[in-house]
């Protein structure tokens, strides 16, 4: 049966889900191009604390498909044709993003995971398995949006630096960008609050991230808010249909769930959280998802640095 296994940010208890169809408790995973979403639901999720969580047994996975990820220098060359297109046009930000593939070494998924949740409390951590399809894990550190009884919050994250670097307007301009954006979204709000940014730590990175909440009437609808919302310019870019197209036609790849969004549902709350610091198990391979967002001020050698730090999140977290 499929099933997942997540973990709140900032909590200690994880919820295991095992799919009975009741459509309680859902916890679905919605792709980046808004062409797939696949949901489980339980009536009576199992929790358990992540101190007791001790699980070691292993998981058919299928065989992934042949695939040649893009090279450095080809990803180079990418980012610099990304830049020419944004400074040439009136296109602000474009992110791009590309798939690190490493040897499946029998590694303990369930392992992997306990560690992802000890080195990110902050994160939605979550493993999703799917038998005869797909098999994803993650540590993601944003919120796309969530909904309680009237209010709805969100957080704008942007900005990818090393806790011993420095910002530099580069990160403060692309954060400021999603920043806009999710306002100009909550405009028809009441009482609309804006706290930030603030440098925030994920695991090895610091991130420039900003906290925005309104309220809302009974009237409106949070799934309109959310086809709106993704995906955000964090991980498309602004103006979104044009950053979307130049994504489709040049990155070489499906990103299928990889920067789409987590839903949790339950009677009482809604939670979305962008599918990030995520990676596709198979049998013989792992893909990991990584990418940055791109602006005029964007260095091409930079950015494949940056993708490759951030690969650590989940490359760190891998056991046998």
Not at 91 to 116: A, E, M
Request: glycine content about 4%; overall charge negative.
């Amino acid at each position: 049966m499929p099933f997942v296994l997540f973990r709140k940010p900032n909590e200690e208890m994880i919820q295991l889900i095992v799919n009975d169809n009741s459509e309680e408790n859902i916890f679905l995973i919605h792709s980046f191009d808004n062409e797939t979403e696949k949901s489980i639901s339980d009536k009576n999720p199992i929790q358990i604390h992540q101190d007791e969580f001790n699980f070691e047994f292993k998981l058919n996975l299928e065989s992934g498909e042949n695939f040649n990820p893009i090279s450095e220098e080809n990803y180079v060359e990418l980012i610099q044709k990304t830049i020419d297109e944004i400074q040439t046009s009136e296109t602000n930000k474009i992110v791009i993003s590309r798939i690190k593939q490493i040897d499946n070494q029998c590694f303990n998924l369930f392992r992997s995971f306990k560690n992802l949740l000890e080195t990110h409390p902050g994160a939605l951590v979550y493993m999703w398995h799917n038998p005869g399809n797909e098999t994803w894990i993650a540590a993601t550190p944003e919120l796309l949006l969530s909904k309680n009884e009237n209010i709805v919050k969100t957080v704008s994250l942007a900005g990818t630096k090393l806790s011993e670097t420095g910002w530099t307007s580069k990160e403060f301009n692309e954060q400021q960008i999603v920043t806009d954006y999710i306002l100009e979204n909550f405009s028809e709000m009441n009482e609309v609050e804006l706290k930030g940014p603030e440098t925030i730590q994920a695991g090895k990175f610091q991130h420039l991230k900003s906290y925005i909440s309104g309220k809302i009437h009974s009237e409106f609808s949070l799934e309109d808010l959310l086809e709106k919302m993704h995906p955000t310019p964090a991980v498309c870019g602004l103006p979104k249909e044009k950053a979307f197209e130049f994504i489709v036609e040049n990155e070489g790849y499906d990103r299928n769930f990889y920067a789409g969004y987590i839903g949790i549902e339950t009677e009482s709350s809604q939670e979305y959280f962008v599918n990030l610091r995520c990676a596709q198990f198979y049998q013989n391979k792992i893909w990991i998802y990584v990418g940055g967002g791109i602006t005029a001020e964007s260095n091409p050698q930079n950015e494949w640095n940056e993708t490759e730090l951030k690969s650590g999140t989940i490359l760190n977290s891998l056991l046998k």
